[in-house]
């Protein structure tokens, strides 16, 4: 659930709850935003009163699980309590209504559209795949032509008849400070005459985050959110009265009728609020905030204000004293003290008046993502014109964002009165408005040019709006109106191979083995697992600089606040403290800000957390500080030697070839935002210095090896279990260890289990990300476009400390057609790749490991040898691309027919030749939307180049009931590994799935486990699941055969009374990869998985907002175990790779502080990124390397989100003027890349010298 992910903590709170007030009415809310006391009166649902496993459960729970909507589960109960609370109020909503309930919700796994799909089955209208409005499904489709798929077969992932029936009339059964919730008006008054300093409570959804992460603090709150006086709606000839207890949801509908009654020349302003209601937070936050609260509080970068001022509105206050009316479009928005309300005054209601014939308000906003995202920069305008004229009798415009409080532009406007509503008033508007409003260099949230440029581009549109000039104004103007519209997305057709024995569970779309459990909310994560006799909570203590010399540490104050029981640092730990080049806890020195220099442990997390705060460190900075690339690179400071790949004579090559090019790409890094945070639980035992770690964690065996090297025991003494985790994407490979090595010191020292769960903005800060990367290159080519030589240099941020540092190499263009050409001169290639140490946390693993950056270079330096030869960038992928058996460039041969395969049936299925046809006559006819389209190959290479990180060992026990428990190496972090095993001992052992039960992951049961990662997980595990299952079955067989009728139970009894062993080790030594860097070869990966995806994209040239149209991808699976969970590994790893693209922007300062820590200032995809339409095939192929000829999908797909990012270069490119690539495309890089008047007028604006300020943030890459 979008924003209460800042709490991870108390997720199931968070996500659970569902509140009906007296009026009858049911709200999902944002739980860790609703205090306790407000909730008097109120019927609270959680996702356990929904429904459970141990009773029953609900349909919503039941068809979130059936339709693969769960990975991790980590989101699921706050998409249930979404979903059921809608169902409540509207028992057969629209999927419009699916949309808009689930926009304030999260998810980092499924990509959304499985969600969707389960809860447009409580829809009316058809849910069948519907091609469109045909109303038929794909499988009904005679000539396939829009989704035929390969061998033209296609069989849905769940079946609807096994749903149960939804009844809507069900029901549900179910020291420091002073809340006073008065009973009536006068109370209340009286109430804040006494206590004039305390704030009132309403939604708390502005309160609530100043108490948690500010340290707000107020002895007394007042609640009068009940009383009837803050609750109406009054309606009179001038204007329109909403109370101000309204919540913005009940102000919504309260404006849909205003509306729907009302001329619409009346209700300009009320028009322009519901759009900005429309995206403003998310549904559960709307449903919380109120009017008056809105209007009071967050003053710069309200959406509401704006409009509200613009459009006159006013607010009513009252105290004891009297009532008085405050307008919105004077010094009340701009926060003047004079002008605020008094201490004792509360606002009773706003005013929103009827807007008159000539009248024209508007609202405009630009956000990083569509919903959900405070405004970049947002805008309330309105124009009055002398009757039936041109002539402006009156100007208002407000901008929000742009400065610490809601800005009126009031000198430009009254310049303006008298003046015709002409270019020559908009150009003379725009210069001095720019005068006008100044953003400083150095202004918090940065972007200075993009947030002046949206300043007048949005007066730009506001021009254009008026429908007094609207006649006039050039169609191809036209497109500058219209906002993307919020689509729901289209149920997308799956395939499943159909010839599939049913009996056999391999190959058919199991649901995940936990969906029901992450549905209800019993799926056990670390911290709901129940609190432990003297258990501590601990909380970190981070270095505040990048690089510097500890001084001192004074944590006196600390210690002597209550409950605290200890603070840990380096000195207490046994062991090593700098194990492998990870410091635990630092000493002496800081090399990051975020590094942990100690813990707190107290009795309960707030005063640990309270505790951090009061220890006092002094530093002494060391130069130099490296925070990029660039500064690396001058320092020459660099974790290893640098890897190298060469191929033929590169600088020879370079001789015969036409034009050469050289260029730069930066690719900026990315946070993992897995929904569960880093949690581990440490439990000491008494003897033998024994210690049990529960935790997230992809890799066990490493934990287990850096808490035994900090407490100094040998490892078979330190037990590490993991059941589950909310997601990990390669964040839960490395750090994990560093965290359990922290805890683990923690509960040596006291003697005490410790329960440490990192809060989100602690997690962003020290555990960090995906690596930021810098591509140079140097290509040589031929005017037709093939590429003869390439000579590339690839650096990584690598941060401080070079945990697995990794570079995918490969990638899908070829080498073997340069052998073609006339002279003999083969392709050429020099590829460098270098980590840069930083003052930055060192970067880790994450989703394709350096695939996803390094491949955004290629394809860079592919488009630009395509506009240089003036050639299709698709013609000239497609002239250097692999065709037959080759050899990469460390000389593995591998055969790229699948690539090619799945190429040209993209090409072909999304119609991609009459997309493009398609999108030159749109850009033609349309001067600010440019549409564009592009396609991507991919050869992702699958695991380790080091054979012994391919092994892994699985034990199946039977039991005498028939009953089989397996346990492998293998961890569940949302995939469905166990899932697929359950399937893989179903067929091998012949027994129904739920004979089979798969329990946890732990070092104590399979030791020395390999990490699960690089979309290994199955085919490693599985194999060993597989082999130790053949040798059950092996010993079983002379049983089998001689009672060929008997049951598997009768089976087990006679072996057991035969005493054959009924448990097996089965073991796989993994694939026989290996690399020498020295040679530059190696038969480095067992396999690829190739194909290729295609991506339709509309921008607003205007604003940097884009719209991604459609996406097809095809993808070679070769034989899917399960397509549901394949497929669900496609879309989430698409959608977050569409994060990764376009808009997940970490922003540091230039002295190496991560700001973007918490949901607000990290924007993931939420549903509204997904495409209008949506296809994903898999594509079946032979692999009979893996298991079953199956292949690892975990990662591939975040490459196809690539394919939107070149789609929007391809869209940026028919705008006027050209570009530098870079990524991600965030909304200020596409705004600033199409030039024009308006980038122009900014660029000539003086700037001050770089020298006399330090910029807000930096870029690292
Ligand atoms: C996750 C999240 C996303 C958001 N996204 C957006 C967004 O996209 N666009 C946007 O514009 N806003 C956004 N907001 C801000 C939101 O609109 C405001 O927080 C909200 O409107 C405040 O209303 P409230 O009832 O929750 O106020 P509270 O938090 O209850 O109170 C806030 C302050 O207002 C005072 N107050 C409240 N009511 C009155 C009254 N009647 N009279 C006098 N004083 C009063 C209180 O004393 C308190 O000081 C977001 C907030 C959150 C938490
Ligand atoms: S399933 Fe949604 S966050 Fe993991």
Redesign the pocket.
């Known amino acids: 659930m ?2 209460l992910v800042q709490d991870s903590r108390k997720h199931v709170a968070c996500y659970k709850y569902a509140i009906q007030y007296p009026l009858g009415c049911h709200y999902p809310a944002t739980a860790c ?1 609703v205090p306790i006391c407000s909730l008097y009166g109120a019927a609270v649902t959680t996702v356990e009163g929904v429904g459970s496993i141990k009773t029953r459960i609900h349909p919503v729970q039941e068809r979130l699980a059936k339709c693969h909507g769960t990975q991790c589960g980590f989101c699921s109960p706050g998409m249930v309590m979404s979903i059921y609370t809608l169902l409540r109020n509207h028992p057969e909503p629209t999927p419009e209504q699916i949309t808009k309930a689930l926009g304030g919700n999260l998810c980092r796994c499924t990509g959304y559209r499985p969600i969707v799909e389960s809860g447009k089955t409580f829809c009316v209208e058809s849910t069948v795949c519907e091609l469109k409005g045909s109303g038929k499904c794909c499988m009904d489709q005679e000539d396939g032509s829009l989704v035929n798929r390969w061998e033209k077969m296609c069989t849905k992932l769940y079946d609807e008849d096994e749903f149960q029936p939804l009844d809507p009339s069900q029901s549900k059964q179910g020291e420091r400070i002073t809340w006073i919730t008065p009973a009536t008006l006068n109370d209340l008054l009286e109430l804040k005459a006494n206590f004039p300093k305390a ?11 100043s108490i948690k992460f500010k340290n707000e603090f107020h002895p007394v709150f007042i609640s009068p959110l009940g009383l009837p006086e ?1 609750h109406f709606v009054n309606t009179t000839d001038d204007g329109v009265t909403i109370g ?1 207890g309204y919540s ?1 949801a009940q102000l919504n509908d309260a404006l849909h009728c205003i509306v729907s009654e009302q001329p619409k020349e009346k209700t300009e302003t009320h028009r322009a609020l519901l759009k900005h209601l429309r995206t ?2 998310g549904a559960q ?1 709307r449903n ?3 009017s ?3 209007v ?3 003053p710069n ?4 204000n704006p409009i509200l001022a613009a459009g006159n509105g006013t607010i009513n206050l009252i105290s004891k004293e009297g009532q008085r009316q405050i307008p919105l479009n004077g010094p009340f928005l701009e926060r003047s003290p004079e002008a605020d ?1 008094k201490s004792e005054e ?2 009773s209601s706003v005013y929103i008046p009827y807007s008159t014939q000539w009248h024209f308000v508007f609202g405009l906003r630009m956000a990083q993502r569509q919903e959900n ?3 970049i920069v947002n805008a309330g305008m309105s124009v009055k014109f002398e009757d039936d004229t041109n002539t402006i009798k009156e100007l208002q415009m407000f901008y929000g964002s742009v400065g610490p409080t809601t800005v009126s532009a009031s000198q430009t406007c009254k310049q303006l009165i008298g003046r015709q509503w002409d270019d020559q008033m908009l150009s003379d508007a725009c210069r001095w408005v720019l005068d006008e409003i100044y953003i400083p260099p150095a202004a918090e949230g940065g972007m200075v040019e993009y947030r002046q440029t949206l300043i007048i581009s949005l007066l730009f549109k506001f021009y254009l709006k008026d429908p007094q000039k609207f006649p006039n104004i050039p169609e191809k103007f036209v497109s500058a109106l219209e906002d993307f519209p919020i689509e729901t997305p289209p149920r997308n057709s799956d395939c499943v191979d159909p010839h599939q024995p049913l009996q056999d569970p391999v190959g058919h779309p199991v649901m995940h083995q936990s969906a029901i459990k992450h549905t209800t909310g019993e799926a056990v994560y670390t911290d709901d697992m129940p609190c432990i006799d003297q258990e501590l909570f601990l909380a970190p203590i981070t270095s505040t600089r990048a690089h510097a010399k500890i001084i001192s540490t004074d944590i006196s104050e600390a210690l002597a606040l209550p409950g605290v029981v200890d603070v840990i640092t380096a000195e207490d730990v046994p062991g090593d403290n700098n194990y492998q080049g990870e410091i635990f806890y630092a000493q002496n020195e800081v090399i990051c800000v975020g590094q942990v220099v100690g813990t707190v442990a107290a009795d309960t997390y707030a005063h640990a957390r309270e505790a951090a705060k009061k220890v006092k460190i002094t530093y002494e900075d060391i130069e130099p500080r490296i925070i990029t690339i660039e500064q690396a690179l001058e320092h020459n400071s660099f974790l290893f030697d640098e890897k190298k790949i060469e191929q033929g004579n590169v600088e020879q090559a370079f001789k015969y070839v036409d034009p050469i090019i050289e260029g730069e790409v930066h690719v900026e890094g990315q946070e993992h935002f897995y929904m569960e945070t880093s949690s581990i639980l440490a439990l000491p035992k008494e003897e033998d210095k024994e210690m049990v770690l529960h935790l997230g964690t992809q890799y066990p065996t490493h934990v287990q090896e850096y808490v035994a090297a900090a407490l100094n025991v040998p490892r078979n003494r330190i037990a590490c279990r993991m059941k589950r985790t909310g997601g990990a994407f390669g964040g839960k490979v490395a750090k994990p260890a560093v965290l359990g090595a922290v805890s683990a010191v923690a509960a040596n020292k006291t003697g005490r289990p410790i329960r440490f769960i990192l809060e989100r903005g602690d997690d962003m800060l020290i555990t960090a990300g995906r690596h930021p990367l810098l591509g140079k290159y140097k290509i040589g080519f031929m005017n037709n476009g093939v590429i003869k030589a390439a000579d590339v240099e690839y650096y990584v941020n690598g941060g401080s400390v070079g945990i697995i540092l990794y570079l995918h190499k490969d990638l899908s263009y070829k080498s073997d057609n340069f052998c073609l050409c006339e002279i003999s001169l083969c392709f050429a290639s020099t590829q460098v790749v270098e980590a840069c140490k930083t003052n930055l946390p060192s970067n880790t693993a994450f989703r394709g490991f350096g695939f996803p950056q390094g491949t955004v270079v290629v394809e860079a330096y592919i488009t630009a040898v395509a506009s240089q030869c003036n050639l299709p960038p698709e013609e000239v992928k497609e002239i250097n691309m692999y065709k037959r058996i080759s050899k990469t460039a460390f000389k593995q041969t591998f055969n790229p027919e699948p690539s090619r395969r799945c190429w040209k049936e993209c090409l072909e299925k999304s119609s991609f030749y009459a997309g493009k046809l398609a999108a030159e006559e749109f850009n033609k006819k349309n001067y600010w939307k440019k549409r564009g389209l592009a396609i991507v190959p991919m050869k992702f290479s699958i695991g380790i180049p080091t054979a012994y990180y391919n092994q892994v060992a699985a034990l199946v026990h039977i039991y005498l009931d028939g009953s089989v428990l397996v346990i492998h190496g293998g961890c569940e972090l949302r995939q469905g590994l166990y899932t697929k095993m359950i399937q893989v001992a179903s067929h091998e052992l012949n027994i129904p799935q739920s004979h089979i039960h798969l329990s946890e992951t732990s070092t104590v049961t399979v030791p020395n486990g390999v990490l699960t990662s690089e979309s290994m997980g199955t085919d490693i595990n599985g194999k060993a699941v597989q082999n130790a299952c053949q040798t059950l079955m092996a010993r079983l067989h002379p049983i089998i055969r001689k009672n060929r009728k008997g049951k598997w139970e009768d089976w087990i009894a006679k072996a057991f009374e035969e005493s054959i062993s009924l448990s097996v080790t089965g073991y796989f030594r993994g694939y026989q990869t290996n690399m020498d860097w020295e040679k530059g070869e190696g038969n480095a990966y067992p396999y690829y998985v190739y194909g290729a995806a295609c991506s339709e994209v509309e921008v607003d040239c205007l604003t940097g907002a884009h719209e991604l149209l459609r996406t097809d991808i095809f993808m070679d699976a070769a034989f899917s175990i399960n397509p549901a969970l394949d497929i669900g590994q496609i879309e989430g790893a698409f959608i977050q790779g569409i994060g990764f693209y376009t808009i997940e922007e970490l922003k540091y300062s230039p002295e190496g502080v991560l700001y973007s820590r918490s949901p ?1 200032d990290y924007k993931i995809p939420t549903i509204t990124e997904i495409p209008e339409e949506f296809y994903v095939t898999l594509v079946r192929s032979q692999n009979p390397v893996a298991i079953y000829s199956s292949k690892g999908l975990g990662e591939a797909g975040m490459f196809w989100g690539s394919s939107v990012l070149f789609a929007i270069y391809d869209a940026v490119a028919a705008a006027p003027k050209t570009f530098v690539l870079s990524s991600p495309a965030a909304p200020e890089m596409i705004r600033m890349t199409c030039v024009d008047q308006f980038t122009d007028m900014i660029r000539e604006i003086p700037r001050d010298d770089p020298s006399t300020f330090t910029p807000w943030s930096i870029r690292v890459s």
């Not at 704030?199 to 985050?209: D, F, R, V």
């Open positions: 979008a924003n935003l704030p009132l409570i309403m939604g708390n959804t502005e309160l609530g985050p803050l101000a913005l403003l937070a936050i919380m905030a109120t008056g609260g809105h009071v509080s967050w970068f309200s959406d509401l309300l509360i606002v995202a405070f405004a607000d």
